[in-house]
């Protein structure tokens, strides 16, 4: 029996919706049905097409001799006997319940039987609930905006040439000019790529991929309605929130031709691929413009989408159709996951589904069943970890919801279904429960005696091992900068000169207070009165602090160098003029000649690097062109913070360290600052670097360090990387002021 896309599967849900005997009259088939049949290379079907829904099913030979007969005999008994007489083909009882409950719950039947129309009545129900109860998913989700069929039969006769054969001559000279200049300036391309997810360029990076979406599924439509399908519905997939465009281009199904099928199937690949060959070229004569930064983007959002997306065969996009059509098998991840569903079913219940005829492809549909199985897992989590961590967390409810539909929701109604039939068959709950608890047993098994060595990553940055920050010791204006960026500078050399005239007023008037408290003395001493002279002495003493203070801000208006070193400062004469509050970063202070690898490590990680002090770590470095080399990491800091090691970790700019900016008033409270600190705390560590690395490398770039932890158990490891995630999901929001 060859079962073909959206057609006759075991379900044990459909099989339960329609309990039929041998002798109960039959359904017939709705009259308005239209079958169309199709043949290629050996391979027969029918296509079934319902105009009132505008759906398309696929259904075998075997299935539609079972089908067209059912307006003609009453029972089954007399319609599965006609069928061996007249075709020689043998349906099993349960075969054929199976494909009256796949044409119900598609209503494709019609039935004078009030009870049988409440089962439809109830069914039509329970799938409105399902719709409903599928909206909580705001991971994807659908809506269908409008029918575009009759704009495409207005405007498909102009741009049918679009997807012909010139446009495809003209997409290959494209393609081979576009791929020979890729290749050519690939360091300058791979070099731009480098501030691909910058703020700045989220806003392009949308407009163009919902561009590109929409040209997608234009070719779909136009390709589909160019061989003669029709296209009853466009709208928007939302994925995470961000919108992609569709359309139902099913009527494909109905093409004999299965070349004209997979030219519908890879149309929106196809004009993606031209839009990135264009691109390239486009980019290659004006990468330092807007229009070369527009270019570039469409490249990486074209490749990347249609590569890495649609032509994945393991996702029902169009990579799947075209293997789908190469390999024969119209219905091949329906049948996939079906066949990995009859073998768990088998496992855990014993029960035995209908067979499915399909032995000479059945190795490659388990094979792809289990391949799709195991990346629908991983997409699914892979979604809901960065549904969790979206807007700052409040993406967590949505990931909640989705797992409520897409996991806990069908775990509910698979126990309920399995406790409903347990009353029938007492012998399904217990194996179950045998076959449960054993693979409970075996999986606890491996998580307590299984071990894993521990990998341990951590960014890093190339620093200054002597370094100052040279900040402002008081208020004031620059009145003069004496040294530049790159100059080599003696210790107490003068830097830079402010003027602070609030100073020298407040200088002097303390001055004349203290010489009035001076005659004041005087005058109490000749008078004789010990009184007076120690409330005179107790003012000198304060006025002589605040003038003590008050000269020493005076002198920290000539700024000096605090070690031997070279000046490391970005437009230093541009402060000329300018007001500075104290404690204002100025310029750093560097020895050139002594550098060390900064690095952050996981608070996870600390045990297993105490636990190995002054050891060997990798230390890659091959995005800067220093390759990989080995190291001695010489010290740790005792404890944790959240104070970033080195800004270049940030990923505020550009770094791999999330953080979050704070406000913080200044010393004089005149103006209010920003500081950057990690959301959760994180340990800092300092490698030492081999000498031929000290004489290539430069401050400012990123390494990655990389050794071997501790080695722990299965469980272990689980639990902390689950408790290190809801610390981190807890911890900014416990952080917050």
């Not at 031709?257 to 890879?266: C, G, P």
């Not at 704070?662 to 959301?679: G, H, K, W, Y």
Request: net charge positive; hydrophobic share 45%; with cysteine.
């Amino acid at each position: 029996m060859a079962v073909v896309p959206q057609t006759v599967a075991y379900h044990d849900a459909a099989a339960r919706s329609h309990h039929l005997t041998m002798q109960q009259p039959l359904p017939k088939i709705r009259n308005d049905l239209r079958f169309i049949p199709a043949h290629e290379k050996g391979e027969s079907w029918y296509v079934i097409e319902d105009a009132i829904r505008h759906q398309f099913y696929r259904i075998g030979v075997e299935e539609y001799l079972f089908i067209s007969r059912l307006n003609r005999f009453s029972t089954l008994t007399d319609l599965l006997a006609d069928l061996v007489t007249e075709t020689h083909i043998s349906l099993s009882e349960q075969q054929s319940r199976t494909i009256l409950s796949w044409l119900a719950n598609r209503q494709l039947l019609s039935h004078d039987d009030p009870g049988f129309l409440r089962q439809l009545s109830l069914r039509e129900q329970e799938q409105a609930q399902q719709r409903k109860v599928n909206r909580l998913n705001l991971i994807s989700f659908k809506i269908p905006l409008f029918n575009p069929n009759r704009i495409l039969q207005s405007i498909g006769s102009r741009l049918n040439w679009l997807t012909g054969k010139t446009v495809f001559v003209l997409w290959l000279l494209l393609g081979f000019l576009a791929v020979s200049t890729l290749t050519d300036q690939w360091a300058a391309f791979q070099h731009q790529s480098t501030g691909f997810f910058s703020p700045i360029n989220l806003v392009w990076i949308w407009l163009i991929w919902f561009g590109l979406k929409i040209l997608h599924e234009l070719f779909h439509a136009l390709t589909c309605q160019r061989y003669g399908g029709e296209v009853y519905e466009a709208g928007l997939l939302f994925i995470l929130l961000i919108p992609l465009t569709y359309v139902n281009a099913t009527s494909s199904w109905r093409f004999s031709s299965k070349w004209q099928r997979i030219h519908v199937a890879v149309a929106g690949i196809y004009i993606e691929l031209l839009a990135a060959f264009i691109a390239i070229l486009v980019w290659a004569h004006s990468q330092d413009s807007t229009i070369g930064l527009i270019a570039h983007n469409t490249v990486l959002i074209a490749g990347v989408s249609s590569l890495f997306f649609n032509a994945n065969p393991l996702m029902r996009f169009d990579g799947y159709y075209v293997l789908s059509d190469l390999k024969g098998i119209p219905n091949l991840y329906f049948l996939g996951l079906q066949d990995i569903r009859s073998l768990l079913a088998r496992f855990f219940l014993g029960v035995k589904p209908p067979p499915l005829h399909l032995e000479r492809n059945k190795i490659f549909i388990r094979l792809y069943g289990i391949a799709a199985s195991i990346w629908r897992v991983l997409v699914m989590v892979s979604l809901l970890w960065i549904a969790s961590k979206m807007a700052g967390g409040f993406g967590l409810p949505a990931a909640l919801a989705a797992s409520l539909v897409t996991l806990v929701f069908p775990l509910v109604r698979f126990i309920q279904t399995l406790l409903r039939d347990s009353k029938n068959n007492p012998g399904i709950l217990k194996r179950f429960c045998l076959t449960g608890g054993l693979v409970t047993f075996c999986i606890a098994f491996v998580l307590l005696c299984g071990s894993l060595q521990e990998h341990i990553q951590a960014p890093g940055v190339i620093e200054y091992r002597r370094q100052y920050n040279v900040r402002t010791g008081t208020a004031g204006f620059v009145r003069q900068v004496l040294v530049s960026d790159g100059q080599i500078v003696n210790r107490d050399m003068p830097l830079v000169i402010l003027e602070n005239e609030d100073l020298s007023l407040l200088a002097e008037d303390l001055r004349l207070q203290l010489q009035q408290n001076a005659i004041r003395r005087r005058i109490a001493h000749e008078l004789g009165t010990p009184a007076d002279l120690q409330v005179i002495d107790r003012e000198k003493e304060v006025l002589n602090k605040e003038y003590a203070a008050v000269l020493g801000d005076i002198d920290a208006l000539t700024i000096r160098a605090p070690i031997d070193g070279t000046v490391i400062a970005d437009d230093l004469h541009d402060l000329v003029n300018t007001y500075l509050s104290k404690g204002s970063e100025i310029m750093w202070l560097v020895s050139p000649d002594k550098k060390i690898l900064t690095v952050s490590f996981s608070q996870q990680d600390i045990n297993a690097l105490q636990s190995q002090a002054r050891q060997r770590v990798e230390v890659d470095m091959r995005a800067t062109g220093l390759g990989t080399f080995s190291a001695t990491l010489v010290s740790l800091q005792p404890t944790a913070g959240t104070t970033l090691p080195s800004p270049f970790l940030a990923a505020l700019y550009g770094g791999p360290l999330d953080v979050r900016q704070t406000a913080v008033s200044t010393q004089d409270n005149m103006q209010q600052r920003f500081q950057i600190e990690l959301f959760a705390p994180r340990f800092t560590g300092y490698v030492a670097l081999p000498t031929e690395i000290l004489e290539k490398a430069r401050a400012g770039q990123a390494a990655q360090v990389n050794t071997t932890g501790l080695r722990v158990n299965l469980a272990s490891w689980t639990m902390q990387h689950i408790r290190s995630w809801l610390e981190q999901k807890g911890g900014p929001q416990q952080q917050m002021p």
